[in-house]
């Protein structure tokens, strides 16, 4: 119907054309590929030529800015005549006609629909051909002339007045959406159609697109008022690079779209020149105001400063010319001191011109750390280039110790095994899960804190105490004398803190490095005299403290006001609902904090000041003092002091919309400001008009509603589940420089203890029990094991003790924060790794559908109690895999019995959204019925089987141990070859072979068993250990004989022979000649021999294998396999290749950019890389190839 009532348009406007366009760009939207198919074969069946001759028709029809309607409008204006709206709808007539018609062309190639792509430029067998992609050039060459002529326009002006700004707005908007379908057009790529644009007029517009570019960008930047319309017209800069790049796709080497394209950018040399220096500029502003000698003229960051300074700060810089520098202070709003706000200003100019710039290969040297470059091979078989953003947060978390780890171990682990599909195969494998911990890294990092010069913290500190005390002066009757006594030691504590902190000490520092020596004994004396005074004023305030909160609390009117206040439907309204606690513990914390203040505000809008004031109290007790303007936050764990802001926030909020008798004078969200500016404005006029009068009207003292949740108990939960979130977050930040403290402590620890002596027992009652090794007072017996002797610390000093007693609590408490930061940071890989596991094995290899695991795979059969979990997968980015497995082996094996299988119900597979789903009322019941119990076991189980934590759980009870025992410690000292990879190595040598290890020693114990047989039965008159009147028989019975044995022969350098008595003159001399020989032959010689040579022949292996990563790593590419002889033809090649060509990394976050971006934006080349990965097929690697060897005749 759509294609049909276009075509009988006949390529002339009305309201129905219109409407259907709408609602073409409806059943299109998201790129539907059935109903462009439905649309392609309707007009390849039907050859309706005329649907296409209709859209030439229309975009012959659309208007462009009209320069004489607008010039004859204004004179119009000038008489009283006309309307401002007349005069901007007639000088570009039906923009949003124009913007439907071509995103409606866009969406009908959209996720690169091939062959409607091709079906756009030539339409075979039709009687005649309309080619499409020239018609919206020819639109598009007609709108940049008018936008041109508009801008000669105004260019005598010194700035635009508001209808302008209106017209440029929509023609740009216009040329934004031409640009995107355009660029739509082409991508796939589709050759013919990057063709069809090149040998049209597009280079023409192109060239007057930068003219206006270059010119308008200067002439709008000048001005605060032109702004938005500068902002709108990079992005529309930004388009037409994207559109220009997409040409390029391909990446034929001298092509003529490339040559083309750079005949373009000389003969509009001049302008690209412009637009590089406006760039240049404000990209380089970053640097001067986070530059040290820039923040010495805003000591206390108020981020105000004056022009004259600002022009000193760049003049110093000797980056700028002195033009630019006039330029610039041009752009700057300055007030009547000639002062302005440089961070406002930075921000405005700085952040499109980087969003711009990204695309603009001219300025990659500013960009290169964060442009990634990778050579695929690409659909036509040939290497192409692909170019990507790389974000700064991926680089950062690259370069975390635990991905650090994980990379090294993965290089050594593959690099010499398998062929090449197997190697990319493992590659990918690899990306994914350092993928998972890069962004796992990141949710765990600590927040950016911007950094605030040394000499405003302090005024900082007291301006926010100030604050605080001045909003709390007229409730402080009202709150409770324990309360303000906590605020006042909390504010003394944050001073001290604050004064005590690295970065003070480190000013304080500084400073006494420039006195003099006078100046340096005067401040001597001085702090004695303040640390003596300091004292007694201490004490002082203590006591004080105590007896004032004493007195406060029983005679204070805080507690008795606040008695006076309370009602019996008050204490009954704030209990706590028990079924409410808990129940949506997976949320987001943003969620829980709002749910919290959308409960909580009514409460606090109901109850009295005293009460208000009471639950703020308690809050900002439990929350950290934060910086002025968010600039600075406390060390150490993060942002945890953010939660308060956001709860006081969000509560005035909250109060504002439930209670508007008490709302008070908010401003508004950025984001509602923009689109409902003017809607806002009435209201908020008439919100203060009645705020005054609200003022004065008695508070409502109704009761709150049954179901209103107690704000001030949730807040308290709140408050603690971020601040636990944010501890283990701290706690696997640092879980590496926490094993390497448990390991000083370790051997502090162990240190001690060589001071220990044993004492006899008349010796040990004479020395004081205190300094025994366990430091209890129970007698001998129970201090010891075995009946051993007493143990006693041998030292003069009396501090080893209480040291050592110390040390062995905080290795424990290390132990266990180590096991729980492990968890945070590791275990959620784990999972990962299994759950990707499961998930592709369900996929690709039909397990438990078309075949299963064996009885002896514990680990498949162990993996068959998650797959029909609903909280499967939890951590694998895959949350539809099951529907992916129905899908693929539905038809062939039943969907239903795969659905129960995956644990899908009915409702799950047949989802209709006009269907709305009840919600259960949340209680307690429904909450445990919520636990996935099975999901949670099998994860246990994944976890237990993870050896560095069962490691752990091993070093944490040994640490336990150590209380009752303190030579447990000294276990603690085999973690030195966990921490090192060179004594890993050597472990792992005993490891290596350890299959065949066993066995050998299995083989060991079975001939020193036959062995033992024969002696038994023949020569246990030998045996004989003791002397002739207290005989000491070693082989009366079988199992002493075998130990000895065991424990003798194979101990003895020559065999059992040396261990019994000399066979001279016996009868079975012969015999035992013959037993003692090839026991030492086949025992010592051979066996042991094969023990130790398993051993040194795998530390041999494993240091050979080593060394020839590291030699394959240095002298043969990774990814293409091809040499380094090749590349040194030129100097620093091979480098060169492997750093930017074919570097690991930048496929590792090519392959996350491809995850994070939304399929229906990728280009050509990102589209086949992604069904590739879909497939899970390699062959886009260039296994063997190069760009630099494909193109070598042309490049060199």
Avoid at 45 to 59: H, I, W
Wanted: charged residues 25%; negative net charge; proline residues 3%.
């Amino acid at each position: 119907m759509v294609l049909q009532m276009i075509s009988a348009s006949k390529g002339r406007l009305g309201p129905m054309v219109t409407c259907t366009l709408k609602l073409g760009i409806s059943i299109l939207n998201g790129g539907n590929v059935q109903v462009q198919q439905k649309m392609l074969d309707y007009l390849k069946e039907k050859r309706d030529a005329g649907f296409f001759k209709s859209l030439s028709g229309l975009m012959q029809s659309c208007s462009v800015l009209d320069l004489n309607a607008f010039e004859r409008q204004n004179k119009a204006e000038g008489l009283g005549m006309v309307t401002e709206e007349g005069s901007s709808s007639k000088v570009l007539q039906n923009d949003e006609f124009t913007k439907d018609l071509f995103r409606f062309l866009q969406l009908l190639c959209e996720g690169h629909n091939g062959d409607f792509q091709n079906f756009l430029r030539t339409q075979t067998g039709n009687t005649t051909t309309v080619n499409i992609i020239i018609s919206t050039v020819d639109y598009l060459l007609r709108l940049q002339e008018s936008i041109s002529d508009f801008y000669w326009y105004y260019s005598g002006k010194d700035v635009m007045d508001e209808t302008g700004r209106l017209n440029f707005s929509k023609a740009l908007s216009v040329a934004k959406q031409i640009f995107n379908s355009l660029t739509e057009y082409i991508q796939g790529p589709c050759i013919g159609n990057q063709q069809s644009l090149a040998h049209s007029r597009l280079w023409d517009a192109v060239v007057g697109f930068l003219h206006v570019f270059a010119n308008m960008q200067m002439k709008l930047s000048q001005d605060a008022s032109q702004i938005e319309l500068l902002k709108e017209l990079m992005d529309l800069q930004k388009d037409m690079v994207v559109m220009l790049l997409s040409l390029l796709e391909g990446n034929v080497v001298n092509g003529t779209i490339g040559k083309q394209m750079v005949d373009t950018l000389v003969e509009s040399s001049s302008n690209v020149e412009m637009i590089l220096k406006f760039f240049d500029m404000f990209l380089k502003l970053k640097d001067l105001t986070s530059s040290d000698t820039f923040k010495e003229n805003d000591p206390e960051f108020k981020g105000i400063i004056s022009k004259k300074e600002f022009q000193k700060s760049m003049e110093s810089q000797m980056q700028y010319s002195q033009w630019e520098i006039e330029f610039l202070l041009s752009c700057a709003e300055a007030d009547e001191n000639d002062m302005f706000n440089y961070i406002d200003f930075v921000e405005r100019f700085h952040e499109p011109a980087k969003d711009i710039g990204f695309n603009v290969a001219s300025v990659l040297s500013y960009f290169e750390p964060y442009l990634g470059r990778i050579e695929i091979m690409g659909s036509a078989k040939r290497i192409e280039r692909v170019y990507f953003e790389i974000s700064e947060s991926s680089r950062e978390q690259w370069e975390k110790p635990q991905v650090k780890e994980s990379k090294r171990q993965f290089i050594f682990d593959v690099v010499n095994e398998g062929t090449e599909s197997e190697k990319m195969e493992m590659f990918v494998n690899f990306c994914e899960d350092t993928i998972f911990e890069m962004q796992l890294a990141s949710q765990i990092s600590e927040p950016d804190v911007v950094e605030q010069p040394e000499g405003d913290e302090d005024d900082d500190a007291h301006s926010i105490l100030d604050e605080l005390g001045g909003e709390e002066e007229g409730a402080l009757e009202s709150a409770s004398a324990f309360t303000t006594a906590c605020r006042s030691i909390k504010k003394k504590i944050s001073n001290a803190r604050q004064t005590l902190s690295i970065k003070n000490l480190s000013k304080q520092f500084k400073k006494i490095k420039k006195l003099s020596i006078k100046e340096i004994i005067t401040g001597f004396f001085s702090f004695f005299w303040m640390l003596f005074t300091g004292f007694f004023k201490g004490i002082y305030g203590l006591i004080f403290g105590f007896f004032h909160v004493i007195w406060s609390s029983m005679f204070g009117g805080g507690l008795v006001e606040g008695a006076k206040n309370i009602k019996v439907t008050d204490i009954l309204g704030n209990m706590p609902d028990p079924t409410q606690f808990g129940i949506h513990g997976d949320a987001m914390e943003g969620e829980k904090v709002d749910a919290i203040e959308s409960s909580g505000g009514l409460e606090t809008a109901r109850a009295p000041a005293g009460d208000t004031t009471e639950v703020d109290t308690m809050l900002e007790m439990l929350s950290n003092p934060k910086k002025e303007g968010g600039k600075h936050v406390e060390p150490g764990l993060g942002d945890v002091s953010e939660l308060s802001a956001e709860i006081s926030t969000s509560e005035h909020k909250k109060k504002a919309a439930a209670k508007p008798v008490e709302a008070p004078e908010n401003e508004p969200e950025k984001a509602d400001s923009e689109n409902q500016e003017k809607e806002d404005k009435p209201k908020k006029e008439e919100e203060e008009v009645k705020e005054p009068v609200a003022e004065e009207k008695p508070k409502a003292k109704a009761s709150p509603p049954k179901d209103a949740s107690p704000s001030f108990m949730l807040s308290i939960f709140a408050v603690l589940d971020v601040f636990l979130t944010k501890m283990l977050n701290y706690l696997a930040r640092n879980f590496y420089n926490l094993r390497f403290l448990a390991l000083f402590v370790c051997f502090a620890i162990n240190f001690i203890l060589l001071f220990y002596k044993v004492t006899g027992e008349a010796e040990g009652e004479e020395i004081d029990e205190e300094k025994t090794w366990d430091g209890d007072e129970d007698n001998d017996d129970e201090n010891t094991f075995f009946d051993m002797d007493e143990f006693v610390l041998q030292e003069s000093t009396g501090y080893m003790l209480p040291t050592l007693r110390f040390l062995a609590v905080f290795h424990t408490v290390i132990s266990l924060v180590c096991l729980f930061g492990y968890y945070i940071l590791k275990v959620p890989l784990v999972v990962f790794k299994r759950e990707k596991e499961i998930a592709r094995k369900l996929e690709f290899d039909g397990l438990y559908i078309t075949e299963q695991p064996s009885d002896e795979d514990i680990k498949g059969q162990w993996d068959r109690l998650v797959i029909n979990t609903p909280s499967f997968p939890s951590n694998y980015w895959d949350k539809f895999i099951k529907r992916k497995v129905i899908n693929k082996y539905g038809d062939m094996y039943g969907a239903e019995r795969i659905a129960e299988l995956l644990g899908l119900d009915k409702s799950a597979l047949d989802f209709d959204p006009t269907i709305e789903t009840v919600e259960k009322e949340a209680s307690l019941l429904s909450w445990l019925s919520s636990i996935d119990t099975k999901y949670h076991i099998w994860k246990m189980g994944v976890v237990l089987t993870d050896n560095y934590f069962l490691y752990l759980i091993w070093y944490s009870i040994m640490s336990i141990f150590g209380h009752f025992n303190n030579f447990f410690f000294a276990a603690h000292l085999l973690d030195i070859a966990m921490g090192f990879k060179t004594l890993r190595t050597i472990l792992s040598s005993v490891t290596h072979n350890g299959k065949q290890l066993v066995l050998t020693v299995g083989l060991l114990a079975v001939v020193v068993y036959l062995y033992t047989v024969v002696a038994f039965n023949f020569f246990r008159k030998f045996y004989n250990g003791g002397d002739e009147d207290e005989p000491d028989m070693k082989c009366d019975d079988m199992m002493t004989c075998y130990l000895f044995h065991m424990y003798v022969g194979v101990r003895a350098g020559g065999g059992i022979g040396d261990e019994l008595e000399d066979p001279a003159g016996d009868p079975y001399e012969l015999y035992r000649i013959l037993f003692d020989i090839t026991f030492f032959f086949f025992v010592i010689v051979i066996l042991l021999a094969i023990i130790q040579g398993l051993i040194i022949d795998a530390f041999g292996e494993l240091r050979d294998q080593q060394e020839q990563v590291k030699e394959d790593m240095e002298t043969k590419c990774f990814i293409c396999g091809i040499g380094n002889d090749y590349f040194d033809r030129t100097p620093h090649g091979f480098e060169t290749h492997t750093l930017q060509e074919h570097n690991l990394a930048n496929y590792l976050f090519f392959l996350m950019y491809l995850i994070n971006k939304d399929e229906t934006e990728h280009t050509g080349q990102e589209s086949y890389v992604w069904k590739m990965y879909q497939e899970r097929c390699w062959d886009f690697f260039p296994t063997g190839d190069c760009f630099r060897k494909q193109y070598e005749d042309q490049l060199g």
